[in-house]
């Protein structure tokens, strides 16, 4: 089956943009997924082509009007999930990445000004999403970060099939740090643990890093963990919440 995403924006100049190169570039040549941009202004229905309208109730900037985008989405629509990048949304988790991976594709919208007319999330079942606590200009990168995440999780795309198992969030940690060649550089020397040869070590020694890092960093992640650990209620969801 191949991942099918089709991209609903105002610039579809922008696709495949950085997905055309590197892993995700061959695997789009190799026929692993598919892209298609289209141009929302196509949807308009009058003679000045306008996609946006003032926002109700006043302020600044343009909204995107629900019935272009509407008509847009209705000519693409079928099995797979649509979602909206919005900050308004769910912030994006690997889990969510991992499940969209493994299922048809997306109709991925692109917004632009001050966004999209509410009423069309509930009309047509749009899961808003969102990549991170800033504003972007558009929809556009969000959109290329999303696919960029699905697709090298597609089977064949990444080199080593299982490089992605103790990777950052899969785990609910951040991934251990990495050290390559030279040995010493800059009076630095890679942790001695890691030229031991002794595999058991090695593991016991990258585990406690990750924690480390993790609750250091990122205490959200850490607070969420810990709670599994040690088996609290809200640990019993855990499982559940990777899944879906
Ligand atoms: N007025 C909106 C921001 C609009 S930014 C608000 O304050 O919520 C214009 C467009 O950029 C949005 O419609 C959305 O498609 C995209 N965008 C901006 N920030 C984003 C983010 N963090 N995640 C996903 N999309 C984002």
New binding site residues.
């Given amino acids: 089956m191949t991942f099918a995403a089709t991209v609903l924006t105002l610039y579809p100049e922008m696709f495949p943009g950085p997905l055309g190169v590197s892993l995700a570039g061959r695997a789009l040549r190799e026929g692993r997924w598919s892209l298609d941009a289209v141009q929302m202004r196509d949807f308009a229905t009058d003679r000045h082509r306008t996609v946006d309208g003032s926002p109700a109730g006043g302020g600044a ?1 343009m909204v ?1 009007r629900a019935d272009v985008v509407a008509a847009a989405l209705d000519s693409v629509a079928d099995a797979r999930p649509v979602l ?6 769910a912030p ?1 988790t690997q889990a969510r990445v991992r499940a969209l991976a493994a299922g048809p594709g997306a109709v991925l ?8 007319d509410e009423r069309l999330f509930e009309a047509r079942g749009v899961e808003p ?14 959109a290329l970060v999303l696919l960029d995440a699905c697709v090298r999780l597609l089977p064949g795309v990444m080199g080593a099939p299982d490089s992605g198992l103790d990777e950052s969030f899969e785990t609910g940690l951040l991934e251990y740090p990495h050290y390559t060649r030279p040995v010493t550089w800059e009076g630095r020397t890679i942790p001695e643990v890691l030229r031991s040869g002794d595999h058991a070590r090695i593991e016991a020694w990258r585990r406690a890093a990750a924690e480390t890092d993790t609750r250091l960093r990122r205490p959200d992640l850490w607070e969420r963990y810990d709670s599994v650990r040690v088996g609290s209620p809200s640990g019993a969801r855990r499982e559940t919440d990777v899944e879906t």
Avoid at 109 to 116: A, D, T
């Fill in positions: 900037g995107l909206a990048l919005t900050p308004r949304g994006l919208l692109c917004g632009r000004f001050e966004g999209f999403v969102s990549i991170g606590d800033y504003v972007l200009s558009g929809g556009e990168l969000g």
